[in-house]
């Protein structure tokens, strides 16, 4: 993802308002109204927005916490499974499949991206520890 200054953001909205496809106009009225996204931090909201995400079949931001490592890191995630402790799904930073202990969630955002579960996937072919 890119940030851009203010100045910059302007001048891209100006030159792509000059387009007239309807793809671009959409991504326009997008830049033009972002959407202010908020994390929620306590326990209950994030095991919430986690249902909400895998209900909705939505992407979900996530900072998580690995003991391993000892660092927090944000993560896109994709929710194929959830239980009381743990979600199951694929991560975008690494590319792969994962579990996560919904304890060591920090924050959660819940993100307007769509996602699909893939086609054969099943939990009971999975590794999941509660």
């Known amino acids: 993802m890119v940030y851009l200054s203010k100045k910059d953001s302007e001048i891209v909205i100006r030159e792509l308002s000059k387009n007239s496809d309807e793809k671009i106009k959409a991504i326009v009225e997008k830049l ?6 908020i994390y929620v931090r306590s ?44 979600i199951q799904g694929y991560c ?12 060591r969630i920090n924050s959660a955002m819940l993100l307007d991206e769509k996602y699909f579960i893939p086609k054969g996937w099943k939990p009971e072919n999975k590794i999941l520890y509660k």
């Open 32 to 37: 033009k109204n972002p959407k202010k996204r």
């Open 92 to 103: 975008e930073l690494r590319d792969d499949e994962r579990i996560f202990r919904i304890d």
């Open 43 to 86: 326990h209950n909201e994030i095991k919430r927005l986690l249902k909400k995400a895998f209900k909705e079949k939505r992407k979900i931001k996530i900072k998580y916490y690995s003991p391993h490592s000892d660092e927090s890191t944000f993560r896109m995630i994709q929710i194929y499974e959830i239980h009381d402790n743990v």
